[in-house]
Nanobody, 126 residues
């Protein structure tokens, strides 16, 4: 599946952004979807995932209560609503797709994902 992330930008601390990731090429509902991020000089880290059916979602502790992942299978799109942004949220954000056969216990691992979008930059100023 091909993935196209968008919605990044520059925002002040405390502000909000909504990232979108549009999928094409295969049946979107066949995939669990995840968001990851990579800050300069750091390794890529897990942010959130959502099951193919939206029946399950998990968040990294660092974003829990501030970020919300959702999906619209009719629009082939997954979203990441980011509220109360902090400077430490500054990173390139990537969406990724994993087969729906992947078990939940591995969906926080980037190696569980087969397809990746190109990334969108989020910069939070203090």
């Amino acid at each position: 599946v091909q993935l196209q992330a968008s919605g990044g930008g520059l925002v002040q601390a405390g502000g909000s952004l909504r990232l979108s990731c549009a999928a094409s090429g295969r049946t979107f509902s066949s995939y669990n979807m995840g968001w990851f991020r990579q800050a300069p000089g750091k390794e890529r880290e897990f942010v959130a995932w959502i099951r193919w059916s939206s029946a399950g979602r998990v968040y990294a502790d660092s974003v829990k209560g501030r970020f919300t992942i959702s999906r619209d299978n009719a629009k082939n799109t997954v979203y990441l609503q980011m509220n109360s942004l902090k400077p430490e949220d500054t990173a390139v954000y990537y969406c990724a797709a994993a087969s729906r056969s992947r078990i939940q216990s591995v969906l926080h691992l980037d190696r569980s994902y087969d397809d990746w979008g190109q990334g969108t930059q989020v910069t939070v100023s203090s």
